[in-house]
Each structure stands twice: as structure tokens, then as C-alpha cells.
């Protein structure tokens, strides 16, 4: 089975940045589309990123220009890289396939943006 883990979230102020990461085993990760979710107390998970085996990528509208999604397949690691953030994107965030999921829903990794 496909382990993903999920890393690089903390406590940013608005207008700051981070970088997601997401290490994964298997070598399907290699060439699956995988997306980047979010999910904030009280509302459904939802996606804001995904990337294609190749490299193409789509964003939900309330992160494009902001998020950048990006991956390295020689590492098996998916990265979001997330600029001017708002406190709005406050949430948890997890990676997985998309739109077919490859692994149970971890953790994920807590953004909280807070002044």
C-alpha cells in the first residue's frame, strides 16, 4: 500500500509563507495525479491543488495565484508551496490522489495563520 506523510505546517503570520510537503512510498505515486486538501473546524474537506504525472496543474480559485503545487518523483514527495497566506487558509491540509484516493486520510499537517 501507498504511505503518504504530510509535513511543513506551523503558525504564520498574514502575508507569510510555507511549504508543504508530502513524502509518499510506492511507486504508483511516481505517476498518479495527487491533489493537496484542506479542511477548516466545521467545514467539508475540499481540494485547492492537484498535479498531474506530468506536471500539469489546476487550482480551486480561493488559492490560485498564491499556492503553487509542484512534485519530484525521484523523491516520491509532492510539495505546495503557499505565499501570502490569509487567515482564511487556516486549516488542516492532507495530500492523496485525485480524483482516485491512494491512501487513508492521515493527520495532515495544521496551518494556522494568525497575527
Known amino acids: 500500500q501507498v504511505h503518504l506523510v504530510e509535513s511543513g505546517g506551523g503558525l504564520v503570520q498574514p502575508g507569510g509563507s510555507l511549504r508543504l510537503s508530502c513524502a509518499a512510498s510506492?511507486?504508483?505515486?511516481?505517476?498518479?495525479?495527487m491533489g493537496w486538501y484542506r479542511q477548516a473546524p466545521g467545514k467539508q474537506r475540499e481540494l485547492v491543488a492537484r498535479i498531474s504525472g506530468g506536471g500539469s496543474t489546476s487550482y480551486a480559485d480561493a488559492v490560485k495565484g498564491r499556492f503553487t503545487i509542484s512534485r519530484d518523483n525521484a523523491k516520491n514527495t509532492v510539495y505546495l508551496q503557499m505565499n501570502n497566506l490569509k487567515p482564511e487558509d487556516t486549516a488542516v491540509y492532507y495530500c492523496n490522489g485525485w480524483p482516485m484516493t491512494i491512501a487513508g486520510w492521515g493527520q495532515g499537517t495544521q496551518v494556522t495563520v494568525s497575527s
Open positions: 510506492g511507486t504508483i505515486f511516481s505517476i498518479n495525479p
